[in-house]
Protein backbone atom coordinates (compact mmCIF):
# COMPACT_ATOMS: atom_id res chain seq x y z
CA UNK A 1 0.00 0.00 0.00
CA UNK A 2 2.83 2.57 0.78
CA UNK A 3 5.59 0.65 -1.16
CA UNK A 4 7.78 -0.21 1.90
CA UNK A 5 9.04 -3.61 2.72
CA UNK A 6 9.42 -4.20 6.59
CA UNK A 7 13.07 -4.92 7.67
CA UNK A 8 11.77 -6.85 10.58
CA UNK A 9 9.58 -10.29 9.31
CA UNK A 10 7.92 -9.70 12.98
CA UNK A 11 6.81 -6.28 12.78
CA UNK A 12 3.44 -6.62 13.10
CA UNK A 13 3.48 -8.43 16.44
CA UNK A 14 6.04 -6.03 17.48
CA UNK A 15 3.96 -3.32 16.53
CA UNK A 16 0.69 -5.54 18.05
CA UNK A 17 2.66 -5.66 21.53
CA UNK A 18 3.95 -1.73 21.90
CA UNK A 19 0.94 -0.93 21.04
CA UNK A 20 -0.75 -2.44 24.26
CA UNK A 21 1.59 -1.55 26.29
CA UNK A 22 -0.03 2.26 25.72
CA UNK A 23 -2.47 2.67 28.87
CA UNK A 24 -3.29 6.18 27.01
CA UNK A 25 -4.50 4.57 24.00
CA UNK A 26 -6.25 1.88 25.96
CA UNK A 27 -7.97 4.98 28.33
CA UNK A 28 -9.16 6.43 25.45
CA UNK A 29 -10.63 3.94 23.41
CA UNK A 30 -8.11 3.95 20.54
CA UNK A 31 -7.20 0.87 18.65
CA UNK A 32 -5.67 -0.60 15.98
CA UNK A 33 -7.49 -0.94 12.18
CA UNK A 34 -5.10 -1.83 10.25
CA UNK A 35 -1.59 -1.82 9.39
CA UNK A 36 1.42 -3.04 6.86
CA UNK A 37 4.58 -2.06 6.29
CA UNK A 38 4.76 1.89 6.40
CA UNK A 39 1.41 2.74 7.45
CA UNK A 40 -1.04 2.26 10.76
CA UNK A 41 -4.77 3.26 10.49
CA UNK A 42 -6.01 3.94 13.89
CA UNK A 43 -9.93 4.27 14.96
CA UNK A 44 -11.74 5.25 18.22
CA UNK A 45 -14.82 6.73 19.04
CA UNK A 46 -15.15 9.81 21.46
CA UNK A 47 -14.13 9.32 24.87
CA UNK A 48 -15.94 10.12 27.76
CA UNK A 49 -14.79 12.77 29.86
CA UNK A 50 -12.90 14.08 26.75
CA UNK A 51 -15.29 17.05 24.92
CA UNK A 52 -14.60 20.43 24.88
CA UNK A 53 -17.10 23.13 25.27
CA UNK A 54 -19.53 22.42 22.26
CA UNK A 55 -19.12 18.72 22.72
CA UNK A 56 -16.87 17.78 19.94
CA UNK A 57 -13.81 15.39 20.91
CA UNK A 58 -10.91 17.44 22.56
CA UNK A 59 -8.05 18.04 20.61
CA UNK A 60 -5.69 16.43 22.54
CA UNK A 61 -7.30 13.38 21.75
CA UNK A 62 -7.30 14.12 17.97
CA UNK A 63 -3.57 14.66 18.56
CA UNK A 64 -2.45 12.02 20.48
CA UNK A 65 -4.20 9.36 18.06
CA UNK A 66 -2.38 11.19 15.00
CA UNK A 67 0.98 11.16 16.93
CA UNK A 68 0.35 7.28 17.55
CA UNK A 69 -0.55 6.74 14.29
CA UNK A 70 2.42 8.27 12.50
CA UNK A 71 5.20 7.09 14.92
CA UNK A 72 3.77 3.33 14.51
CA UNK A 73 3.49 3.61 11.30
CA UNK A 74 7.54 4.29 11.31
CA UNK A 75 7.38 1.61 13.93
CA UNK A 76 6.29 -1.02 11.11
CA UNK A 77 9.59 -0.36 9.39
CA UNK A 78 12.14 -0.37 12.43
CA UNK A 79 14.82 -2.78 13.16
CA UNK A 80 13.73 -5.64 15.80
CA UNK A 81 15.65 -4.32 18.48
CA UNK A 82 14.78 -0.60 18.63
CA UNK A 83 12.02 1.51 19.98
CA UNK A 84 10.32 4.58 17.90
CA UNK A 85 10.44 8.11 20.31
CA UNK A 86 8.37 11.17 18.60
CA UNK A 87 10.87 13.93 18.03
CA UNK A 88 8.57 17.21 17.31
CA UNK A 89 5.51 17.05 15.22
CA UNK A 90 2.96 19.80 13.84
CA UNK A 91 -0.59 19.14 13.23
CA UNK A 92 -3.10 21.37 12.04
CA UNK A 93 -6.82 21.48 13.04
CA UNK A 94 -8.86 21.84 9.55
CA UNK A 95 -12.31 21.37 10.58
CA UNK A 96 -14.71 20.84 13.73
CA UNK A 97 -14.63 17.33 14.91
CA UNK A 98 -18.26 16.40 14.07
CA UNK A 99 -18.61 12.71 14.54
CA UNK A 100 -19.06 9.87 16.80
CA UNK A 101 -15.91 7.75 15.78
CA UNK A 102 -13.07 8.50 13.69
CA UNK A 103 -10.08 6.95 11.81
CA UNK A 104 -6.16 8.30 12.07
CA UNK A 105 -4.11 7.20 9.61
CA UNK A 106 -0.25 7.57 9.44
CA UNK A 107 1.80 7.05 6.70
CA UNK A 108 5.73 6.68 6.30
CA UNK A 109 7.02 9.47 3.89
CA UNK A 110 10.80 9.53 4.29
CA UNK A 111 12.01 6.22 6.38
CA UNK A 112 15.77 5.60 7.70
CA UNK A 113 17.60 4.06 10.28
CA UNK A 114 17.56 7.30 12.48
CA UNK A 115 14.77 9.15 11.62
CA UNK A 116 11.56 8.78 9.72
CA UNK A 117 9.15 11.23 9.03
CA UNK A 118 5.62 10.46 9.00
CA UNK A 119 2.03 12.43 7.98
CA UNK A 120 -1.00 11.55 9.50
CA UNK A 121 -4.48 12.32 8.69
CA UNK A 122 -7.59 12.06 10.78
CA UNK A 123 -11.46 11.63 8.69
CA UNK A 124 -14.35 10.29 9.32
CA UNK A 125 -14.56 6.32 9.38
CA UNK A 126 -16.06 6.89 5.73
CA UNK A 127 -13.52 9.11 4.43
CA UNK A 128 -14.41 13.10 3.61
CA UNK A 129 -12.06 15.78 3.81
CA UNK A 130 -9.55 15.37 6.40
CA UNK A 131 -10.44 17.03 10.09
CA UNK A 132 -6.99 17.31 10.81
CA UNK A 133 -3.42 16.58 9.56
CA UNK A 134 -0.03 15.90 11.13
CA UNK A 135 3.37 15.83 9.77
CA UNK A 136 6.26 13.97 12.47
CA UNK A 137 9.91 13.51 13.45
CA UNK A 138 10.07 10.08 14.93
CA UNK A 139 13.84 9.20 16.15
CA UNK A 140 14.87 5.09 15.91
CA UNK A 141 16.36 4.15 19.41
CA UNK A 142 18.26 1.41 20.03
CA UNK A 143 16.15 -0.54 23.10
CA UNK A 144 17.41 0.29 26.19
CA UNK A 145 19.79 3.36 24.63
CA UNK A 146 20.19 6.06 27.15
CA UNK A 147 18.81 8.47 24.15
CA UNK A 148 19.69 10.69 21.20
CA UNK B 1 5.01 39.93 33.19
CA UNK B 2 4.72 39.83 28.90
CA UNK B 3 3.57 44.10 28.73
CA UNK B 4 0.32 43.33 27.63
CA UNK B 5 -3.12 44.65 28.51
CA UNK B 6 -6.38 43.11 28.29
CA UNK B 7 -8.90 44.68 26.62
CA UNK B 8 -11.63 42.62 28.55
CA UNK B 9 -11.56 43.27 32.51
CA UNK B 10 -13.33 40.48 33.35
CA UNK B 11 -10.67 38.64 31.46
CA UNK B 12 -9.84 35.66 34.32
CA UNK B 13 -13.46 35.09 35.09
CA UNK B 14 -13.97 34.41 31.32
CA UNK B 15 -10.65 32.39 31.39
CA UNK B 16 -11.61 30.07 34.37
CA UNK B 17 -15.40 29.60 33.23
CA UNK B 18 -14.11 28.53 29.68
CA UNK B 19 -11.40 26.53 31.07
CA UNK B 20 -13.66 24.97 33.91
CA UNK B 21 -16.11 23.77 30.65
CA UNK B 22 -13.16 22.02 29.16
CA UNK B 23 -13.92 18.00 30.82
CA UNK B 24 -10.36 17.02 29.33
CA UNK B 25 -8.81 19.14 31.69
CA UNK B 26 -10.56 17.87 34.73
CA UNK B 27 -10.09 14.14 33.49
CA UNK B 28 -6.50 14.44 33.04
CA UNK B 29 -5.80 16.52 36.30
CA UNK B 30 -4.40 20.07 35.00
CA UNK B 31 -5.19 23.11 36.69
CA UNK B 32 -4.92 26.67 36.22
CA UNK B 33 -1.77 27.90 38.36
CA UNK B 34 -1.51 31.06 37.41
CA UNK B 35 -2.58 33.73 34.94
CA UNK B 36 -2.39 37.56 33.69
CA UNK B 37 -2.71 39.81 30.06
CA UNK B 38 -1.20 37.31 27.91
CA UNK B 39 -0.16 33.67 29.78
CA UNK B 40 -1.27 31.11 31.09
CA UNK B 41 0.33 28.61 34.02
CA UNK B 42 -1.02 25.22 34.22
CA UNK B 43 0.32 22.70 36.34
CA UNK B 44 -0.22 18.54 36.58
CA UNK B 45 0.68 15.69 37.50
CA UNK B 46 1.03 12.30 35.86
CA UNK B 47 -2.55 11.16 35.62
CA UNK B 48 -3.65 7.58 36.07
CA UNK B 49 -4.11 6.11 33.17
CA UNK B 50 -2.13 7.93 30.64
CA UNK B 51 1.56 6.97 31.00
CA UNK B 52 3.42 5.48 28.42
CA UNK B 53 5.68 2.37 28.26
CA UNK B 54 8.39 3.49 30.08
CA UNK B 55 6.16 4.93 32.99
CA UNK B 56 6.76 8.48 32.47
CA UNK B 57 3.47 10.80 31.12
CA UNK B 58 2.54 10.11 27.95
CA UNK B 59 3.51 12.56 25.05
CA UNK B 60 -0.50 13.57 24.73
CA UNK B 61 -1.16 14.90 27.79
CA UNK B 62 1.25 17.22 27.94
CA UNK B 63 0.73 17.89 24.07
CA UNK B 64 -3.02 18.55 25.92
CA UNK B 65 -1.36 20.54 28.12
CA UNK B 66 0.39 23.17 26.34
CA UNK B 67 -1.77 23.55 24.06
CA UNK B 68 -4.33 24.86 26.70
CA UNK B 69 -1.63 26.90 28.13
CA UNK B 70 -0.78 28.72 24.68
CA UNK B 71 -4.96 28.61 23.82
CA UNK B 72 -5.85 30.64 27.52
CA UNK B 73 -2.96 32.57 26.96
CA UNK B 74 -4.68 34.35 23.77
CA UNK B 75 -7.95 33.96 25.41
CA UNK B 76 -6.96 36.26 28.14
CA UNK B 77 -6.23 39.18 25.59
CA UNK B 78 -9.20 38.28 23.67
CA UNK B 79 -12.44 40.68 23.50
CA UNK B 80 -15.47 39.74 25.39
CA UNK B 81 -17.60 38.53 22.79
CA UNK B 82 -15.12 35.88 21.42
CA UNK B 83 -13.49 32.00 21.43
CA UNK B 84 -10.60 31.24 20.83
CA UNK B 85 -9.36 27.42 19.02
CA UNK B 86 -6.09 26.62 17.78
CA UNK B 87 -5.63 26.39 14.37
CA UNK B 88 -2.15 24.46 14.33
CA UNK B 89 0.81 24.00 16.43
CA UNK B 90 4.31 22.39 16.69
CA UNK B 91 5.56 20.49 19.59
CA UNK B 92 9.21 19.69 20.54
CA UNK B 93 9.20 16.63 22.74
CA UNK B 94 13.07 17.79 23.57
CA UNK B 95 13.27 15.21 26.98
CA UNK B 96 11.93 12.50 28.75
CA UNK B 97 8.77 13.48 30.64
CA UNK B 98 10.73 12.00 34.03
CA UNK B 99 8.95 13.26 37.54
CA UNK B 100 5.75 13.60 38.56
CA UNK B 101 4.23 16.73 38.60
CA UNK B 102 4.71 19.29 35.65
CA UNK B 103 3.92 23.15 35.25
CA UNK B 104 2.89 23.92 31.17
CA UNK B 105 3.62 27.73 30.71
CA UNK B 106 1.60 29.77 28.26
CA UNK B 107 3.13 33.14 26.61
CA UNK B 108 1.64 35.32 23.58
CA UNK B 109 4.33 35.99 21.81
CA UNK B 110 2.05 38.05 18.97
CA UNK B 111 -1.55 39.27 19.86
CA UNK B 112 -3.76 40.06 17.09
CA UNK B 113 -7.93 40.57 16.77
CA UNK B 114 -7.69 37.72 14.13
CA UNK B 115 -4.44 35.21 14.85
CA UNK B 116 -2.61 35.06 17.52
CA UNK B 117 0.98 33.34 18.16
CA UNK B 118 1.86 31.66 21.48
CA UNK B 119 4.71 29.87 22.71
CA UNK B 120 4.57 26.96 25.34
CA UNK B 121 7.17 25.51 27.72
CA UNK B 122 7.00 22.70 30.14
CA UNK B 123 8.65 21.65 32.64
CA UNK B 124 9.44 20.47 36.30
CA UNK B 125 7.66 22.69 38.82
CA UNK B 126 10.94 23.69 39.91
CA UNK B 127 12.29 24.87 36.50
CA UNK B 128 15.04 23.09 34.98
CA UNK B 129 15.86 22.57 30.97
CA UNK B 130 12.63 22.18 28.85
CA UNK B 131 10.54 18.91 28.67
CA UNK B 132 8.39 20.29 25.67
CA UNK B 133 8.11 23.53 23.55
CA UNK B 134 5.74 24.56 21.52
CA UNK B 135 4.63 27.09 19.14
CA UNK B 136 0.70 27.64 17.88
CA UNK B 137 -1.54 29.42 16.03
CA UNK B 138 -4.65 30.30 17.72
CA UNK B 139 -7.76 31.77 16.28
CA UNK B 140 -10.60 34.50 17.26
CA UNK B 141 -13.70 33.66 16.69
CA UNK B 142 -16.55 35.67 17.31
CA UNK B 143 -19.25 33.71 19.36
CA UNK B 144 -21.27 31.03 18.08
CA UNK B 145 -19.83 32.16 14.68
CA UNK B 146 -19.77 29.34 11.98
CA UNK B 147 -16.12 29.13 11.63
CA UNK B 148 -13.48 31.03 9.94
CA UNK C 1 -7.82 18.70 -10.13
CA UNK C 2 -8.26 19.54 -6.84
CA UNK C 3 -12.19 19.74 -6.20
CA UNK C 4 -12.58 23.57 -5.88
CA UNK C 5 -13.70 26.55 -7.57
CA UNK C 6 -12.45 29.66 -7.87
CA UNK C 7 -14.60 32.46 -6.52
CA UNK C 8 -13.10 35.25 -8.61
CA UNK C 9 -13.70 34.35 -12.24
CA UNK C 10 -10.17 36.00 -13.25
CA UNK C 11 -8.29 34.35 -10.69
CA UNK C 12 -6.02 33.36 -13.00
CA UNK C 13 -4.43 36.75 -14.56
CA UNK C 14 -4.62 38.12 -10.85
CA UNK C 15 -2.28 35.19 -9.44
CA UNK C 16 -0.33 35.60 -12.56
CA UNK C 17 0.42 39.52 -11.86
CA UNK C 18 0.88 39.27 -8.55
CA UNK C 19 3.42 36.63 -8.63
CA UNK C 20 5.19 38.94 -11.33
CA UNK C 21 5.53 41.68 -8.83
CA UNK C 22 7.69 39.62 -6.63
CA UNK C 23 11.39 40.19 -7.51
CA UNK C 24 12.46 37.41 -5.56
CA UNK C 25 10.89 35.27 -8.22
CA UNK C 26 12.66 36.18 -10.53
CA UNK C 27 15.71 36.43 -8.81
CA UNK C 28 15.76 33.12 -8.34
CA UNK C 29 14.59 31.80 -11.82
CA UNK C 30 11.27 30.16 -10.39
CA UNK C 31 8.18 30.66 -12.83
CA UNK C 32 4.75 29.31 -13.01
CA UNK C 33 4.35 25.85 -15.03
CA UNK C 34 0.57 25.87 -14.41
CA UNK C 35 -2.26 26.76 -11.70
CA UNK C 36 -5.93 25.92 -11.23
CA UNK C 37 -8.01 26.48 -8.72
CA UNK C 38 -6.63 25.24 -5.19
CA UNK C 39 -3.18 24.86 -6.89
CA UNK C 40 -0.20 25.98 -8.97
CA UNK C 41 3.16 24.37 -10.05
CA UNK C 42 6.55 26.26 -10.31
CA UNK C 43 9.43 25.37 -12.12
CA UNK C 44 13.32 26.49 -11.55
CA UNK C 45 16.67 25.17 -12.19
CA UNK C 46 19.30 25.77 -9.37
CA UNK C 47 20.12 29.63 -9.14
CA UNK C 48 23.69 30.60 -9.69
CA UNK C 49 25.23 31.87 -6.37
CA UNK C 50 22.54 29.65 -4.83
CA UNK C 51 24.81 26.14 -3.44
CA UNK C 52 25.46 25.44 -0.54
CA UNK C 53 28.78 23.16 0.01
CA UNK C 54 28.01 20.01 -1.91
CA UNK C 55 27.09 21.83 -4.99
CA UNK C 56 22.76 20.83 -4.26
CA UNK C 57 20.53 23.68 -4.11
CA UNK C 58 20.54 25.62 -0.98
CA UNK C 59 17.77 24.98 1.33
CA UNK C 60 16.28 28.69 1.24
CA UNK C 61 15.37 28.56 -2.03
CA UNK C 62 13.72 25.29 -2.16
CA UNK C 63 11.04 27.08 0.94
CA UNK C 64 10.95 30.17 -0.96
CA UNK C 65 9.31 28.12 -3.99
CA UNK C 66 7.03 26.15 -1.51
CA UNK C 67 6.27 29.17 0.28
CA UNK C 68 5.17 30.91 -2.82
CA UNK C 69 3.29 27.63 -4.55
CA UNK C 70 1.39 27.43 -0.98
CA UNK C 71 0.56 30.65 -1.20
CA UNK C 72 -0.18 31.12 -4.58
CA UNK C 73 -2.48 27.81 -4.67
CA UNK C 74 -4.13 30.14 -1.44
CA UNK C 75 -4.71 33.07 -3.75
CA UNK C 76 -6.13 31.31 -6.51
CA UNK C 77 -9.38 30.50 -4.41
CA UNK C 78 -9.55 34.28 -2.98
CA UNK C 79 -11.95 37.06 -3.35
CA UNK C 80 -10.90 39.66 -5.65
CA UNK C 81 -9.92 42.22 -3.46
CA UNK C 82 -7.44 40.55 -1.08
CA UNK C 83 -4.25 39.53 -0.96
CA UNK C 84 -2.73 36.89 0.62
CA UNK C 85 0.37 36.92 3.49
CA UNK C 86 2.18 33.69 5.00
CA UNK C 87 1.53 33.53 8.81
CA UNK C 88 3.71 30.50 9.02
CA UNK C 89 4.68 27.16 7.47
CA UNK C 90 7.12 23.87 8.68
CA UNK C 91 9.55 22.48 5.82
CA UNK C 92 11.03 18.76 6.39
CA UNK C 93 13.93 18.09 4.16
CA UNK C 94 13.61 14.52 3.00
CA UNK C 95 16.07 14.18 0.59
CA UNK C 96 19.21 15.99 -1.22
CA UNK C 97 18.29 17.66 -3.66
CA UNK C 98 20.06 16.57 -6.20
CA UNK C 99 19.57 17.37 -9.90
CA UNK C 100 19.21 20.15 -11.70
CA UNK C 101 16.22 21.28 -11.90
CA UNK C 102 12.41 21.09 -9.78
CA UNK C 103 8.81 21.38 -9.64
CA UNK C 104 7.39 22.85 -6.36
CA UNK C 105 3.33 21.87 -6.33
CA UNK C 106 1.08 23.51 -3.64
CA UNK C 107 -2.03 22.29 -3.06
CA UNK C 108 -4.88 23.64 -1.02
CA UNK C 109 -6.08 21.25 1.75
CA UNK C 110 -8.58 23.78 3.46
CA UNK C 111 -9.87 26.87 2.04
CA UNK C 112 -11.22 29.76 4.09
CA UNK C 113 -12.29 33.18 3.84
CA UNK C 114 -9.93 34.06 6.66
CA UNK C 115 -7.51 31.34 6.45
CA UNK C 116 -6.18 29.04 4.33
CA UNK C 117 -4.29 25.93 4.45
CA UNK C 118 -2.04 25.06 1.87
CA UNK C 119 0.69 21.71 1.49
CA UNK C 120 3.77 21.67 -0.67
CA UNK C 121 5.81 19.15 -2.28
CA UNK C 122 8.90 19.36 -3.88
CA UNK C 123 10.15 16.55 -6.50
CA UNK C 124 12.26 16.33 -9.92
CA UNK C 125 10.06 17.60 -12.68
CA UNK C 126 9.66 13.57 -13.58
CA UNK C 127 8.06 13.23 -9.97
CA UNK C 128 9.43 10.44 -7.77
CA UNK C 129 9.91 10.07 -3.99
CA UNK C 130 9.41 13.91 -2.59
CA UNK C 131 12.37 16.07 -1.52
CA UNK C 132 11.11 18.68 0.53
CA UNK C 133 7.10 18.78 1.99
CA UNK C 134 5.18 22.05 3.59
CA UNK C 135 2.31 22.39 5.33
CA UNK C 136 1.59 26.24 5.74
CA UNK C 137 -1.02 28.91 7.11
CA UNK C 138 -1.89 31.73 4.69
CA UNK C 139 -3.77 34.49 6.05
CA UNK C 140 -6.77 36.45 3.46
CA UNK C 141 -6.13 40.28 3.87
CA UNK C 142 -8.25 42.91 2.58
CA UNK C 143 -5.87 45.44 0.22
CA UNK C 144 -4.70 48.11 1.91
CA UNK C 145 -6.04 46.63 5.50
CA UNK C 146 -3.54 46.87 8.10
CA UNK C 147 -3.06 43.33 9.19
CA UNK C 148 -4.66 41.07 11.04
CA UNK D 1 25.79 33.21 26.79
CA UNK D 2 23.78 30.03 26.70
CA UNK D 3 25.13 27.55 29.17
CA UNK D 4 27.02 25.60 26.59
CA UNK D 5 30.65 24.15 25.84
CA UNK D 6 32.30 23.43 22.67
CA UNK D 7 33.53 20.41 22.46
CA UNK D 8 35.46 21.23 20.01
CA UNK D 9 37.79 23.81 20.74
CA UNK D 10 38.31 25.00 17.29
CA UNK D 11 34.52 25.42 16.63
CA UNK D 12 34.83 29.25 15.86
CA UNK D 13 37.18 28.63 12.51
CA UNK D 14 35.37 25.75 11.48
CA UNK D 15 31.54 27.49 11.85
CA UNK D 16 33.28 30.31 9.51
CA UNK D 17 35.07 28.05 7.24
CA UNK D 18 31.27 26.52 6.74
CA UNK D 19 29.65 29.76 6.28
CA UNK D 20 32.35 31.22 4.13
CA UNK D 21 31.24 27.76 1.91
CA UNK D 22 27.62 28.95 1.44
CA UNK D 23 27.13 30.84 -1.42
CA UNK D 24 23.61 31.74 -0.87
CA UNK D 25 24.88 33.50 1.95
CA UNK D 26 27.16 35.70 0.09
CA UNK D 27 24.43 35.91 -2.49
CA UNK D 28 22.15 37.50 0.36
CA UNK D 29 24.82 39.69 1.87
CA UNK D 30 24.15 37.56 5.55
CA UNK D 31 27.41 37.72 7.66
CA UNK D 32 28.09 36.09 10.98
CA UNK D 33 27.86 39.41 13.56
CA UNK D 34 28.65 37.15 16.57
CA UNK D 35 28.75 33.76 17.85
CA UNK D 36 29.83 31.56 20.95
CA UNK D 37 29.14 27.88 22.22
CA UNK D 38 25.39 27.14 21.26
CA UNK D 39 24.42 30.73 19.32
CA UNK D 40 25.20 32.29 16.34
CA UNK D 41 24.08 35.94 15.23
CA UNK D 42 23.80 36.97 11.78
CA UNK D 43 22.79 40.32 10.46
CA UNK D 44 22.09 41.57 6.24
CA UNK D 45 20.68 44.11 4.89
CA UNK D 46 17.70 43.81 2.60
CA UNK D 47 19.77 42.54 -0.97
CA UNK D 48 18.75 44.29 -4.01
CA UNK D 49 16.17 41.66 -5.84
CA UNK D 50 14.69 40.36 -3.18
CA UNK D 51 11.80 42.29 -2.19
CA UNK D 52 8.02 41.77 -2.01
CA UNK D 53 5.54 43.50 -3.76
CA UNK D 54 5.24 46.09 -1.02
CA UNK D 55 8.76 46.72 -1.03
CA UNK D 56 9.77 44.47 2.48
CA UNK D 57 12.59 42.10 1.96
CA UNK D 58 10.83 38.54 0.71
CA UNK D 59 10.22 35.97 3.30
CA UNK D 60 12.29 33.94 2.10
CA UNK D 61 15.76 35.41 3.10
CA UNK D 62 14.02 35.66 6.45
CA UNK D 63 13.64 32.11 6.31
CA UNK D 64 17.08 31.55 4.77
CA UNK D 65 18.60 33.77 7.43
CA UNK D 66 16.85 31.97 10.35
CA UNK D 67 17.69 28.47 9.27
CA UNK D 68 21.17 29.25 8.95
CA UNK D 69 21.59 31.19 12.37
CA UNK D 70 19.47 28.35 13.94
CA UNK D 71 21.64 25.13 11.89
CA UNK D 72 24.89 27.33 12.47
CA UNK D 73 24.30 27.49 16.43
CA UNK D 74 24.21 23.84 16.60
CA UNK D 75 27.28 23.21 14.55
CA UNK D 76 28.88 25.53 17.69
CA UNK D 77 28.60 22.47 19.77
CA UNK D 78 29.24 19.86 17.12
CA UNK D 79 31.98 17.10 17.12
CA UNK D 80 34.82 18.72 14.81
CA UNK D 81 34.49 15.82 12.52
CA UNK D 82 30.50 16.24 11.66
CA UNK D 83 28.28 18.57 9.47
CA UNK D 84 24.27 19.53 10.00
CA UNK D 85 21.89 18.85 7.78
CA UNK D 86 18.59 20.91 8.91
CA UNK D 87 15.67 18.09 9.24
CA UNK D 88 13.09 20.53 9.39
CA UNK D 89 12.09 23.86 10.61
CA UNK D 90 8.94 25.46 11.63
CA UNK D 91 8.84 29.80 10.54
CA UNK D 92 6.13 32.11 11.85
CA UNK D 93 6.09 35.42 9.93
CA UNK D 94 4.96 37.69 12.95
CA UNK D 95 4.88 40.86 12.14
CA UNK D 96 5.65 42.85 8.24
CA UNK D 97 9.58 43.38 7.79
CA UNK D 98 10.11 46.56 7.80
CA UNK D 99 13.53 48.19 7.86
CA UNK D 100 16.15 48.37 6.14
CA UNK D 101 18.81 45.77 8.16
CA UNK D 102 18.44 43.08 10.47
CA UNK D 103 19.67 40.65 12.78
CA UNK D 104 19.16 36.84 12.82
CA UNK D 105 19.73 34.69 16.24
CA UNK D 106 19.65 31.14 16.72
CA UNK D 107 20.08 29.45 19.84
CA UNK D 108 20.24 26.04 21.06
CA UNK D 109 17.44 24.55 23.17
CA UNK D 110 18.87 20.89 23.21
CA UNK D 111 21.73 19.44 22.26
CA UNK D 112 22.36 16.36 21.01
CA UNK D 113 25.07 13.81 19.20
CA UNK D 114 22.12 13.03 16.85
CA UNK D 115 19.67 15.58 16.75
CA UNK D 116 19.66 19.18 18.10
CA UNK D 117 17.09 21.79 18.50
CA UNK D 118 17.59 25.52 18.01
CA UNK D 119 15.47 28.37 18.02
CA UNK D 120 15.65 31.57 16.20
CA UNK D 121 13.83 35.09 16.53
CA UNK D 122 14.63 37.70 13.60
CA UNK D 123 14.89 41.55 14.99
CA UNK D 124 15.48 44.81 14.02
CA UNK D 125 19.40 45.82 14.65
CA UNK D 126 17.87 47.45 18.34
CA UNK D 127 16.41 44.74 19.16
CA UNK D 128 12.22 45.01 19.58
CA UNK D 129 9.55 42.64 19.47
CA UNK D 130 10.62 39.89 16.71
CA UNK D 131 9.40 39.97 13.36
CA UNK D 132 9.87 36.06 13.11
CA UNK D 133 10.65 33.39 14.72
CA UNK D 134 11.70 29.59 14.32
CA UNK D 135 12.27 26.32 15.71
CA UNK D 136 13.76 23.38 13.63
CA UNK D 137 15.54 20.54 14.19
CA UNK D 138 19.23 19.67 12.67
CA UNK D 139 21.01 16.31 12.15
CA UNK D 140 24.45 16.36 12.84
CA UNK D 141 26.08 13.42 10.35
CA UNK D 142 29.40 12.23 10.00
CA UNK D 143 31.52 13.57 7.48
CA UNK D 144 31.30 11.59 4.02
CA UNK D 145 28.32 9.85 5.40
CA UNK D 146 25.26 8.65 3.02
CA UNK D 147 22.67 10.36 5.54
CA UNK D 148 20.72 9.67 8.27
Redesign the interface.
Known amino acids: MTGFTARDPDFESRVRA ?1 FA ?4 M ?3 GITIAGLGPGWVDLSFSVPD ?5 AGFV ?4 V ?2 AL ?1 SACGYAAYTLAAADT ?1 V ?12 AVGDSFVARGRV ?2 P ?4 T ?1 S ?1 GELTAPSGG ?2 IA ?1 M ?1 G ?1 I ?1 HVRRDSP ?2
Open positions: SNQSAASLGFTQQHAGVAADDVTSEYKINLLRPVRGATLVQPPITTVGS
